[in-house]
Structures are given as structure tokens and as C-alpha cells.
T-cell receptor, first 116, second 113 residues
Framework: GAVVSQHPSRVICKSGTSVKIECRSL??????MFWYRQFPKQSLMLMAT?????????EQGVEKDKFLINHASLTLSTLTVTSAHPEDSSFYIC????????????FGPGTRLTVL | KQEVTQIPAALSVPEGENLVLNCSFT??????LQWFRQDPGKGLTSLLL?????REQTSGRLNASLDKSSGRSTLYIAASQPGDSATYLC????????????FGKGTKLSVKP
């Protein structure tokens, strides 16, 4: 149980294009989803927290107009990197929780984004 | 601001050796602490979760301890195996937050046959 999937697992795109990453909870309802970013040899950094049906809460320094998050259902959240640039190349990982402040998060396998 | 530090950044040991990974955090107001394993290019696998009221948790060859007052946690791996080679991440969950985790940079472990 508690499986989270991400799609795609790997994407390469040209600079200036937009990329959408999906995060799905396969066997539970995820009231809250989190999006993290991990640069090489760095720790995972939280980008934003989204609650189903509400606007996402972004961490300081994360541009909400560049990283669009939609959490329209209890099993799906999407992260769209708009007008991607090479500096956006990173490993993006989502996690999902059944809700409540302290419920355990279950992590997806991650998406490797490379912007040329 | 909560900071999580993991030492060492990398560790190489021969198969069969017992080893300890260290994690320290600056703010003791945590709800829990979690140890994860990350294989190259992959997501996270949760290994052990210690609530702030607990001192340790065990799972198989893994034992994690927590000393909240001193801001330290250790992950003990007994009888290491080549399959244990991975990056081990420590993360704390702050009290009063939405539940997001603050991660360390990890310790890259290599167990040589």
C-alpha cells in the first residue's frame, strides 16, 4: 500500500518550452501533496505544498508563476515548469500524505528534467 | 531556521562491517525524524521513523536513535552488505508546520564485497 507514482520518469526539453510532471497516489487519497527539488549532491528542498482543491503554498524563493501546481483531485497533482531554462534542470520528487499535519509522506520515484 | 547536517558525506566500508551514520539538527522542536534510502536516480524509500517522544527504532539490521535535546540522531547498520550501498538521508518534521520535511544532504555509503 501507499504507492506514489510520477510520470514521466525522465524528460529532456528545449529551453523555453513547458513541461508537465504528474504525481499520483495509486492506492490512497492524498489530501496533501508536496513537491521537492534536488540538485546534484544537494539535499531535497521543498518547493511547494498543495492541498486538494486549494491553491498551493510556495516556499520562499520559488516562483509560483514559473512552477504551476494543480491538485484538482485526491489522487493527482501536477507540476508544470513553464518556459524552462537550463538552470531548471533538476530531479523533481513529489510526496503524498493522507492529510493531517503529521501523517507520513510517501514519496514518488522522481522525475529527471534536463533542459537543453 | 532548521538546518540538518549529515556526517560523513561519504563512507566506504568492507562488507560485514558495522557502521554508524550521523545526523544533527539545529532546532529541537521537531515532531519526528525519518531516515530514508535513495538509490542513484531514484526516489526515496523510508527506512525508519522516530517520533519525538521515542529514543530509538529498529528494523532488521537497522537501528536509529534520537536524542532530541542534543539535536542528534544516528543510524546504525549491522553486518553491512553490498546491497546497502546507497545514499542515506535524514529528515526532520517541524512541529506546527504543514508537515514538510527538512532534509540533510545525505551520506553516500559504499559497501565493498
Amino acid at each position: 500500500g501507499a504507492v506514489v507514482s510520477q510520470h514521466p520518469s525522465r524528460v529532456i526539453c528545449k529551453s523555453g518550452t513547458s513541461v508537465k510532471i504528474e504525481c499520483r497516489s495509486l492506492d490512497f487519497q492524498a489530501t496533501t501533496m508536496f513537491w521537492y527539488r534536488q540538485f546534484p549532491k544537494q539535499s531535497l528542498m521543498l518547493m511547494a505544498t498543495s492541498n486538494e482543491g486549494s491553491k498551493a503554498t510556495y516556499e520562499q524563493g520559488v516562483e509560483k508563476d514559473k512552477f504551476l501546481i494543480n491538485h484538482a483531485s485526491l489522487t493527482l497533482s501536477t507540476l508544470t515548469v513553464t518556459s524552462a531554462h537550463p538552470e531548471d534542470s533538476s530531479f523533481y520528487i513529489c510526496s503524498a500524505s493522507t492529510g493531517g499535519l503529521y501523517n507520513e509522506q510517501f514519496f514518488g520515484p522522481g522525475t529527471r528534467l534536463t533542459v537543453l | 531556521k532548521q538546518e540538518v547536517t549529515q556526517i560523513p558525506a561519504a563512507l566506504s566500508v568492507p562488507e560485514g562491517e558495522n557502521l554508524v551514520l550521523n545526523c544533527s539538527f539545529t532546532d529541537s522542536a521537531i515532531y519526528n525524524l525519518q531516515w530514508f534510502r535513495q538509490d542513484p536516480g531514484k526516489g526515496l524509500t523510508s527506512l525508519l521513523l522516530i517520533q519525538s517522544s521515542q529514543r530509538e527504532q529498529t528494523s532488521g539490521r537497522l537501528n536509529a536513535s534520537l536524542d532530541k535535546s542534543s539535536g542528534r540522531s544516528t543510524l546504525y547498520i549491522a553486518a553491512s552488505q553490498p546491497g546497502d550501498s546507497a545514499t542515506y538521508l535524514c529528515a526532520v518534521r517541524l512541529t506546527g508546520s504543514q508537515g514538510n520535511l527538512i532534509f540533510g544532504k545525505g551520506t553516500k555509503l559504499s559497501v565493498k564485497p
